[in-house]
T-cell receptor
Framework: DTAVSQTPKYLVTQMGNDKSIKCEQN?????MYWYKQDSKKFLKIMFS???????INETVPNRFSPKSPDKAHLNLHINSLELGDSAVYFC?????????????FGPGTRLTVL | AQKITQTQPGMFVQEKEAVTLDCTYD???????LFWYKQPSSGEMIFLIY??????QNATEGRYSLNFQKARKSANLVISASQLGDSAMYFC?????????????FGQGTTLQVKP
């Protein structure tokens, strides 16, 4: 049973296109996150949602828009893709408890913008 | 300022030996959590071990243990009896209770190679 799943695993697209990445978790968690891992493997939070409400939006361009239709899903839509958006995007989830809850990550989506 | 520092970009260890991966952190929050994740070449992020700032004992999970030295602000990961499958990138991360956002702050990562 996959705990946190993402689709697609690979995404290759042209500059200027709009694309979406989907994430689903079956752990019953109430908080979901998007992280970006750049070419140097550095991981940084982008967004987090708690009970479908946005609680973090970290200096991410407006072209990135997360949407959480329910607690189990957090999708990431990217408009007008740029070369610099090429990265691996990870979805994660946790059951909120302050500083102790463990975040479980999806397999990642490797986005390549040509 | 770097909140999480992993000073070893790459490490080698002989199979069956123990290895320590260093992690130091910087926070003024009295309540925080420290996490280690493994990222094999296949790319997924695998949770390994957690240490809370108020935990009295060092965390252990199978062959993984966390050498938590609060006064020195270090949270080193110790892997005992290394296996070839331990070859991967390892990330230390911190979550501060005061941020109220739940975000994990990651270090730069350490690449571990286990030699047969």
């Amino acid at each position: 049973d996959t705990a946190v799943s993402q689709t697609p695993k690979y995404l290759v697209t042209q500059m200027g296109n709009d694309k979406s990445i989907k994430c689903e978790q079956n752990l019953g968690h109430d908080t979901m996150y998007w992280y970006k891992q750049d070419s140097k493997k550095f991981l940084k939070i982008m967004f987090s949602y708690n009970n479908k409400e946005l609680i973090i939006n970290e200096t991410v361009p407006n072209r990135f828009s997360p949407k959480s239709p329910d607690k189990a899903h957090l999708n990431l839509h990217i408009n007008s893709l740029e070369l610099g958006d090429s990265a691996v995007y990870f979805c994660a989830s946790s059951q909120w408890s302050g500083s102790t809850d463990t975040q479980y990550f999806g397999p990642g989506t490797r986005l390549t913008v040509l | 300022a770097q909140k999480i520092t992993q000073t070893q970009p790459g490490m080698f260890v002989q199979e069956k030996e123990a290895v320590t991966l260093d992690c130091t952190y910087d926070t003024s929050d009295p309540s925080y959590g420290l996490f280690w994740y493994k990222q094999p070449s296949s790319g997924e992020m695998i949770f390994l071990i957690y240490q809370g700032s108020y935990d009295q004992q060092n965390a252990t999970e199978g062959r993984y243990s966390l050498n938590f030295q609060k006064a020195r602000k270090s949270a080193n990961l110790v892997i005992s009896a290394s296996q070839l499958g331990d070859s991967a990138m390892y990330f230390c991360a911190m979550r501060e209770a005061s941020s109220n956002t739940g975000k994990l702050i990651f270090g730069q990562g350490t690449t571990l190679q286990v030699k047969p």
